[in-house]
C-alpha cells in the first residue's frame, strides 16, 4: 500500500503547494509583504499538517480537496509561528531547512507583519470558502483560534519560553507538547474530519488519536535528537542537550522514552480503528510522523 | 443633546472594558501570557473604535450590547497591532499614553506573543458569541480577517514603513492612511451596522461615510502635530517634521489641510444623513474623530 499512499501524499503536497502560491498572488497588498509571505510559505517542508487534513477527508471517501482552503489556512498558520520563533528575540535563528530565515532577508520588522499577515488571511481563506456550508466554516473557526490561539499554539509557546533553563516535570513538558505542537496537529485532523461530514462520536475519537499521535510526533523527535543521523533528520545531533532542555529521554531515559513513544503510536492506531473508517492512510502517516521511516 | 452622547460613550465604554478583562480572565493560558495581554489591553484610551460600532447598532435603535463580543474583538485587533508597531525594529517606542509599552514590561518575545494571542483571540470571541446568527458571523470574520490583514491594516503598515524618508504623493498618503487606520475604522462602523441588520445600501452608505471619516481622523491628527496643544493632546508637537514624515499640511500647506479635513467632515455628514436612520450620536462623533473637541 506503500506506493498508493506516497502517491497520495505527494499528489496533495503539489496541489496544496500550487494553491498556496495561488493565494497570495491573488492578495491585493503591498509586493513587499507578498514576497515575505510567499518566501516562507514556499520554503519547503513536508506539509504534514495538510497532508494529515486531506487523510482525514480521505477517510470519509470523499474528495480531500474540498479541505484546500482549510489547510492552506493551517499551513499560513504553522508558518507565520515559524517566522515569529525564528526571530532575534525568540529562537533568534538564522538558517531554517537550510534556507536563511524570513527576518534574515526582509528584516525584523517585515518579518513580524509577514507572520501577522498569515496569520490573519488564515481566517479569510476559511470565511471566503464556498465548498463549505455556515455551520462548518463557523466551526473550522472557533476551532482554528482556539488551537493557535492564547489557549492552544501562542499558549505553549509561552509556556517554553517560562520553562527555559528549567528541569520539567512530564507533566508540564507534556503541557507545553500538546499546546506548541499537539493542538494544531489535532486541528489538522479533526478539520479534516469535520468538512468530511464526522458525527461528534467520530471527532472525539480523532481528537483522541491525534493527541497520541502529537505526542508521538514530539517524543520521537526528542529521541532523535540523541540518537539520530544528521544527514537523514537534516539536524544537529545534541542540541537539546547542549540548550538543556527538558526531554523525553532526559526525564526518562532512552529505553523508557522508546516505550513511551511504542504506548503512543499503539493506542493512536488502536483509536483509529475503532472509527470503522478508511484509516490506512491515517495508519501509514501515524508511523510517517512517528518518525518509523526517519 | 451632548450630555445624552457623552453619557452613552461613557456607558459603554464602560461595558466594554469590564467585558475585555473579563475575557482573557476566563481564557485557560499562561498567566504570564493573559498578564501581557491584560496590560495593553486596560492601558486606557478612547476606544473610538469599539464606540463606533456600538453608535452604528444604536443608529438602528438596536440594543448595543448585541455588539459586544465584536467591539472586543475589534479593540484586540487596535491593541495588538499598537504592541507590534511598538517594538523596537518597529516605531521602537518606550511609552505610551504615558505607560512603558509592552516589551518594556514584558520583554520582546511575550510582547509578540500577546500580539499574537490577541490577534488570535479576536476571532474566537465573534465565532463562539451566541447572541449572532450564522450569516453574521461569518460576514463579520470575514470582513475583519479583509479589513485588518494583507489587504487591510497589515499591508497598509508595510507600506508605511517602505514610505520612511520618503516625499510622498497625496495618493501614496491616502493608501497608508486608508490602510493603516481607515479599514479598521471602516470596519468599526459596519461591523455594527450589520449586527443591527443593515441592508446592502445601508452598508454601502456607512462604508462611504467611514472612509470620509477616517480621512478626517487622519488629516485632524496630521494638523495637531503642527498646531495642538501638547497638554490635551498627549503628544509632543512637531515630531513628523522632526521624523520628516509626509503629513498633510506638508503635502498641502495648513490652510489646504484645513480646508481638507472641512470637505471630508461634511461629506461623511452627509453621507450619514442620507441613511435615514437616527445618526445624531454618529454625526456627534465625527466631530469628536475629527478632532474637533480637541
Known amino acids: 500500500m506503500t506506493v498508493q499512499h506516497e502517491t497520495f501524499i505527494s499528489k496533495y503536497k503539489d496541489i496544496l503547494e500550487k494553491e498556496l502560491s495561488a493565494s497570495i498572488h491573488k492578495l491585493n497588498a503591498p509586493q513587499a509583504l507578498k514576497g515575505a509571505m510567499l518566501y516562507s510559505l514556499t520554503a519547503g517542508g513536508k506539509r504534514i499538517r495538510p497532508i494529515l487534513l486531506f487523510a482525514a477527508i480521505d477517510a470519509y471517501e470523499k474528495n480531500p480537496e474540498k479541505g484546500l482552503s482549510t489547510a492552506c489556512a493551517l499551513e499560513m ?3 507565520y509561528s515559524l517566522i515569529h520563533d525564528d526571530l532575534p528575540c525568540m529562537d533568534d535563528d538564522d538558517l531554517r531547512r537550510g534556507k536563511p530565515t524570513n527576518h534574515k532577508i526582509f528584516g525584523e520588522a517585515l518579518a513580524i507583519l509577514a507572520g501577522d499577515g498569515l496569520l490573519t ?3 479569510q481563506l ?3 470558502d464556498e465548498h463549505l456550508d455556515h455551520h462548518q466554516k463557523i466551526w473550522l473557526m472557533k476551532m482554528l483560534s482556539t488551537c493557535a490561539g492564547p489557549e492552544g499554539m501562542v499558549g505553549g509557546q509561552v509556556a517554553d519560553i517560562q520553562a527555559e533553563n528549567q528541569e520539567l516535570h512530564l507533566k508540564e513538558l507534556e503541557y507545553i507538547h500538546n ?3 499537539g493542538r494544531l ?4 485532523i479533526i478539520a479534516g474530519a469535520k468538512i468530511a461530514g464526522a458525527t461528534e462520536d467520530e471527532l472525539d475519537l480523532f481528537e483522541k488519536f491525534s493527541r497520541h499521535l502529537g505526542l508521538a510526533f514530539q517524543i520521537s523527535d526528542d ?6 543521523d544528521e544527514k537523514i533528520t537534516g539536524k544537529r545531533i545534541g542540541s ?3 540548550k538543556k532542555k527538558s526531554t523525553y529521554p532526559s526525564l526518562l531515559s532512552l529505553e523508557g522514552a522508546k516505550e513511551h513513544l511504542a504506548h503512543h503510536i499503539h493506542e493512536a492506531k488502536e483509536t483509529l480503528s475503532k472509527t470503522n473508517l478508511k484509516t490506512d492512510l491515517l495508519q501509514y502517516l501515524t508511523d510517517v510522523v512517528a518518525g518509523r521511516d526517519r
Not at 185 to 188: H, K, Q
Open 240 to 242: 537539546d542537550i547542549e
Open 179 to 181: 499546546h506548541k505542537t
Open 126 to 128: 476559511i470565511a471566503e
Open 121 to 123: 488571511y488564515s481566517f
Open 185 to 188: 496537529l489535532t486541528y489538522s
Open 77 to 79: 498558520i504553522h508558518t
Open 223 to 228: 529521541i532523535l535528537d540523541v540518537i539520530g
